[in-house]
């Protein structure tokens, strides 16, 4: 199966479609030139122009049922054809084998023609002309400064570059670089403008640029439950797997033992913050916006875990929180819990 893959989209990501079925042959690019001839009473001489706008085309099979070797079917590329012609707005065209961005354009369509088959698949058309935005895309008109890079990533033992940004001083990634080297499939979520991964709307700071969405590099990986550490001598960042294992904490509130669930993250050990808060009689809640634990309806603004969908969070964190103190027995290797409940 190729790993070449086409995406059709419009308004910044706004909509994204995945061409189901890749042509057989990828766009041949015409890159035509305003140059001009004068003739002289002695011989003919050639100026050279600028460039003009690239063109080309895309023959398509856009097939109206579900086959193996398609993505899906193709009805959603013709949708979105019909929509940025009809709306009269450019449309952006990209091309990807595995982390390489073979094609990433702005387009305008300059005609499509298309036919169903005999057994009532598509066959479409497609010719474009690169669509020159009126703006400098390295300076909004916020002011704000914007500089494309690469960034060095080391992800799982395999190195890659990675698109970036550097937007006044703060660098970010290009989110599908990072999340496709750990096997996650990439989506956009159209209506709250974020990316997804595997599904789940990824609710993290993000920018969209030449059509890309950018999110800072420790935000994707807290997202994604993944490790990052940051290798001055390299320069390079640094994202593992997290080794994640579940566990029973045993703890003594009140002179009577009790056990809750926690995990273990790369040595460090968190509880489930629902199970610790209710052995407490603290009423549990959670703030969605901010994505932290309440108690008794106060936020508690600590590190916090999810993991299927459970918080976790240090066990002293909760306490100190709360107003209880901990104190580690390591004869019994319980947490013993004292204290009392903090207005």
């Known amino acids: 199966m190729t790993s070449i893959k086409m995406f059709l989209s419009y308004n910044n990501n706004e909509k994204v479609v995945e061409v189901p079925v890749i042509p057989n ?22 100026l050279l122009g600028n460039k003009k706008p690239r063109s080309f085309s895309l023959d398509l099979f856009l097939p109206t049922k ?38 990433n354009i702005a387009v305008s369509i300059t005609s499509f023609k298309y036919y ?3 057994v009532e698949n598509i066959r479409c058309n497609v010719s474009f002309k690169e669509y020159i935005f009126v703006t400098n ?15 060095k990533a080391h992800i799982n033992n395999t190195k890659a570059n990675v698109s970036g940004i ?33 599904g789940k709307v990824l609710d993290i700071h993000t920018e969209i640029y030449n059509g890309s969405a950018y999110c800072y590099v420790r935000d ?35 002179n009577e033992k009790k056990t809750v669930s ?7 050990n968190l509880v489930n913050a629902r199970e610790f808060l209710l052995l407490l009689g603290i009423d549990v809640g959670w703030n969605a916006e901010r994505k932290r634990v309440t108690a008794n309806g106060r936020l508690l603004d600590i590190h916090t875990r999810i993991y299927d969908d459970l918080a976790y969070c240090f066990i002293r964190d909760l306490a100190r929180e709360t107003g209880y103190e901990t104190e580690w027995d390591s004869n ?9 409940d903090k207005n």
């Open 66 to 103: 579900h086959y193996d070797f398609a993505k899906d079917t193709g009805i959603e590329v013709l949708n979105l054809l019909g929509y940025v012609s009809t709306k009269k707005i450019p449309m952006r065209v990209v091309v990807t084998d595995g982390l390489n961005e073979l094609l």
């Open 332 to 340: 019994s290797k319980t947490v013993i819990i004292t204290g009392g």
């Open 262 to 268: 926690g995990i273990n993250i790369n040595g460090s």
């Open 166 to 198: 550097n937007v006044d001083g703060h660098n970010l990634v290009r989110a599908r670089d990072i999340l496709e080297m750990f096997g996650i499939d990439v989506g956009w979520n159209a209506e709250k403008k974020r990316v997804t991964a595997n």
């Open 137 to 151: 895309e390295a300076k909004e008109d916020n002011g704000t400064v914007v500089e494309f890079h690469t960034v």
């Open 25 to 46: 042959e990828l766009p041949e690019i015409v890159q035509d030139l305003a140059n001009e001839e004068m003739t002289t009473h002695t011989s003919t001489i050639t």
């Open 220 to 254: 994707l990986s807290v997202e994604t439950n993944k490790n990052i550490q940051w290798d001055s001598d390299n320069k390079t960042v640094i994202i593992k797997d997290n080794k994640i294992e579940f566990q029973q904490i045993s703890i003594q509130i009140n």
């Open 116 to 118: 169903y088959d005999r």
